[in-house]
């Protein structure tokens, strides 16, 4: 190895690159004789330190022209390229578990005369879920793990939101995934039964970790419950050293003060703070103030502070609610009298544009539509406070056997933006059960319950609540075809069906949500 270092010392100076930080390429021998290619980065001199380990899909090369996030002179980095993928390409086997590939890296490191014995991982989205892999698998010397952006417990609802086919995330990395499966498992079946179970490994971990994700991030429902099992679950000596923190982000914009057509500053800077704590309390044996931070730190949008406490779930337990009323408005009562349903098109050929996760302006390219029901309060003489789950109870009506309905939670700024902070949808065959599937019968009145998920947001005096309702949210989620048939097939145009929502005395349409 100190050969190989001199051999990149050489390399540096005809590169002129800086003498104190160099990156060398290795292979990391894994168990069935395949080997993974890695980079070694370092700085001089080279002494015994701890390492960040980084399993990466994305190609460990491009890492290479970004920042790395820790300081050379306290660690080593290795990335490494997952098992089937870029360098490590010729390791791939068909349904191997990278666990054991994380496992075998983390020892292979540890041996090493340059370590110390020590090894943290890191990483984000993917990067992040290979860290659980890796933990439930309990190298000895895997001391620490900051997985970020993904959640531990995959299920149903990684895949299917309220029944509704989750096409933008899949489409995203369908190398990832086998789809034709997860479409031909579109209700919550035997199949999904046995995937939760298999995913369900929080009581396995046993060593600290520290997660964090973004309020318009995939899974922050997922990742808060992911949480709590740990807190709970995990090895008893390590449950009061896990933490997590919720910011105003999205999954591709974490700890950036831009999102969308927000601005957030006030959230930039805790979770590089925290990181650098973590490892340096883990890894270093660092007397900071880690264990001082709460369990729990999220961002309260609009009020644009962290809070903080122990349980999630036991935080906001009270619970607000809005009523849909006629003429497009929002009432803290329902109406007197029987009223005028909100009545719209939704035609599959004609889809209401998703646009990203992040709180964008709906108010010109979603709220101008003919097919997307606008309900709105007057100016708001007190701030309204959401920290917890977000919910919408529609009572509706289709001409169809089967259609979605889509929610979106708006926050209106006095300028006249209408800045989307939280969403959901439900298909209808789904409304009772997501296992036990039942056409609607066309004309016929249904309850519907669409989950918006899980937030932290003041909505100031001033400012109105504005939710709004059509039957598609594309390509974020796939279209409905109204025909009741089979759901995703490859080819298909589909109905047009007409919807409505009711808002009466005897049809209690409403937001509701919970708060602290």
Request: glycine share 8%; net charge neutral.
């Amino acid at each position: 190895m100190k050969k190989a270092l001199g051999l990149v010392l050489i390399l540096a100076c005809i590169l002129s690159l800086p003498l104190t930080a160099a990156y060398l390429e290795i292979q990391i021998p894994a168990r069935d004789g395949k080997s993974l290619a890695a980079d070694l980065y370092f700085a001089l001199p080279i002494v015994r330190k701890p390492t960040i380990l980084i399993q990466t899909p994305y190609n460990k090369n491009f890492l290479r022209n970004f920042s790395l996030p820790f300081e050379l002179d306290k660690y080593y980095i290795v990335i490494v390229d997952w098992r089937g993928f870029y360098g490590s390409a010729g390791a791939a086997v068909p349904g191997y578990d990278i666990g054991l590939d994380g496992y075998d890296c983390v020892e292979w490191i540890a041996a090493q005369s340059w370590s110390d014995g020590k090894v943290g991982t890191y990483g984000g989205s993917a990067l992040g879920a290979v860290q659980y892999m890796t933990a439930r698998r309990h190298p000895p010397h895997l001391v620490c793990a900051n997985p970020t952006i993904s959640d531990l417990k995959k299920d149903y609802g990684n895949f299917y939101d309220g029944g509704v086919y989750r096409k933008g995330r899949m489409d995203e990395h369908p190398e990832f995934w086998d789809i034709p499966t997860i479409l031909s498992h579109p209700s919550k079946d035997s199949y999904w039964v046995n995937y939760e179970a298999a995913g369900d490994y929080a009581a396995e971990i046993n060593i600290p970790m520290f997660l964090a994700t973004g309020w318009f991030d995939h899974f922050p429902a997922q990742i808060l419950s992911d949480f709590k099992d740990l807190q709970t679950k995990s090895n008893i000596q390590v449950r009061a050293k896990h933490k997590l923190v919720v910011g105003p982000w999205s999954h591709l914009t974490m700890n950036q003060a831009r999102q969308g057509d927000m601005s957030y500053p006030e959230a930039v800077g805790l979770l590089e703070t925290m990181t650098a704590a973590f490892f340096g309390r883990f890894l270093r044996g660092e007397t900071n103030a880690y264990e001082s931070y709460p369990a729990i730190q999220f961002f309260q949008m609009g009020d644009n502070q962290w809070l903080n406490t122990t349980d999630w779930q036991g935080y906001g337990r009270r619970e607000g609610v809005l009523f849909l009323r006629s003429f497009g408005m929002l009432g803290r009562s329902p109406e007197l009298n029987m009223a005028p349903a909100g009545i719209f098109q939704y035609n599959p050929a004609s889809t209401v544009p998703s646009l990203d996760d992040t709180p964008v302006n709906f108010a010109a390219l979603v709220e101008n539509r003919s097919d997307v029901l606008v309900y709105a309060t007057p100016a708001l003489s007190q701030p309204l406070k959401i920290q917890g789950g977000v919910k919408a109870v529609l009572c509706v009506f289709s001409d169809r056997l089967d259609t979605d309905f889509a929610v979106w939670l708006c926050d209106v700024l006095p300028d006249g933006r209408s800045i989307r902070m939280a969403q959901g949808i439900q298909r209808l065959r789904y409304r009772s059960s997501l296992s036990q599937p039942e056409l609607a019968t066309p004309g016929q009145m249904c309850s519907i319950t669409v989950d918006l998920g899980e937030l932290a947001l003041t909505i100031p005096p001033g400012h109105r609540v504005r939710l709004d309702i059509s039957s598609s949210c594309y390509p974020r989620n796939e279209k409905n075809l109204n025909d009741g048939g089979p759901m995703y097939p490859p080819v298909g145009s589909g109905l047009i069906a007409t919807n409505s929502v009711y808002h009466s005395p005897i049809h209690l349409s409403r937001l509701i949500w919970e708060f602290h």
